[in-house]
């Protein structure tokens, strides 16, 4: 049932398509840089985990997708908004709290929600976001309206009972969702050869007749390929099935990681040889589809977008005190 790939030839692109891959994945990392240097500044405060290092997952799936699919997440989520399409502006002044943001500044980084973008969250309690994922699931599959939802998770997350009850349901009623594991090594100051009996996560779907794909997750290509199989199999009535994309986070769970359970050497490493940015544009330069003034054009543009949401989430009021009344759920009187 869980296989992984055979060795294949490179996968199909175009400039136009690798360009765009290129400049979402650089968007989000730009994005992800200026919040840390915001974290940093003291102006995001609470909890705020970044994505760097994992940006080809979320920029392949989103390829992928079409318009009406849905994607949920965990609380490591700046990255699925902006590639749902979701308001760089509006996501940065959630981040530090002013009323411009995505939830007027009241939720933060784990707290941002678009219907309008079909991104359902944000989650902060690790894995529930799969039972809500299926959820979404079911709900395309009674309205029949051919979506397909895409529900993303942790290799920590992947160890919860509640995964496994949802695995059960989903295929039971062969519904189109599509579980990716995040798999970056590591949940919390954890790795997955501590805390798991099976540290192949494809294979976690085995018991529930759910096919599972392992993917190079610093490869946007073979992420774009296996996310539009394990779709189109969802959206034929065919069930979920389960990827999971090795990839790597470069900075700390959170923005308050001490980082002693791994060596410095290890993320160097990784980040010199499996950079999925730095494959793209050697692809790029390499192919003769750019050379190194187009891609300091386009880092000049994204630095733009950045700096422009970041200015924009430091000039925007903080939320005026009567919103301690709104979006609350009070107690019925009488
Ligand atoms: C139910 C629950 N247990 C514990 C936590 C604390 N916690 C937050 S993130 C995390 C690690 C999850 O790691 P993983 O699923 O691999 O996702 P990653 O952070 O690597 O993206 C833990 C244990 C929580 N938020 N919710
Ligand atoms: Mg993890």
């Not at 765009?20 to 974290?39: C, V």
């Not at 798991?196 to 073979?222: C, P, W």
């Amino acid at each position: 049932m869980a296989k992984k790939p055979s060795k294949k030839s490179e996968p199909k692109t175009d400039k136009d398509e690798l360009l765009s891959y290129y400049r979402e994945m650089l968007l989000i990392r730009r994005f992800e840089e200026k919040a840390g240097q915001l974290y940093g500044m003291g102006q995001i405060a609470g909890f705020c985990h970044l994505y760097i290092g994992q940006e080809a997952v979320v920029t392949g799936c989103r390829a992928a997708m079409k318009d009406g699919d849905q994607m949920i997440t965990g609380y490591r989520d700046h990255a699925h908004m902006l590639a749902c399409g979701m308001e760089s502006r509006g996501i940065m002044a959630e981040l530090t709290g002013r009323s411009g943001g995505l939830s007027r500044g009241k939720g933060g980084s784990m707290h941002m929600f678009s219907t309008e973008k079909h991104f359902y969250g944000g989650h902060g309690i690790v894995g529930a976001q799969v039972p809500l994922g299926a959820g979404l699931g079911f709900a395309n599959k009674y309205l029949g309206n051919g979506s397909v939802s895409l529900a993303f998770f942790g290799d920590g997350a992947s160890n919860q009972g509640q995964v496994y009850e949802t695995f059960n349901m989903a295929k039971l009623w062969d519904l189109p969702v599509v579980f990716i594991i995040e798999n970056n090594q590591y949940a919390m100051g954890t790795s997955v050869e501590r805390s798991s009996a099976e540290t192949e996560l494809y294979k976690r779907g085995s018991s529930f007749e759910i096919e599972g794909i392992q993917v190079d997750g610093m490869n946007v290509l073979e992420v774009r390929d296996a996310a539009a199989k394990a779709i189109k199999h969802a959206r034929d009535g065919k069930g979920p099935m389960i990827l999971e994309m090795k990839t790597y986070r470069y900075r700390g769970h959170s923005m308050s990681d001490p980082a002693k359970y791994r060596s410095r050497d290890e993320v160097t490493k990784t980040r010199s040889e499996r950079d999925p940015i730095d494959a793209v544009r050697h692809q790029l330069l390499d192919k003769g589809w750019a050379d190194e003034a187009d891609l300091k054009a386009l880092d000049k543009e994204i630095k733009e977008i950045v700096k422009d949401a970041a200015d924009f989430s430091l000039e925007s009021p903080e939320p005026d005190p009567s919103e301690l009344w709104t979006d609350v759920l009070l107690p019925v009187e009488g």
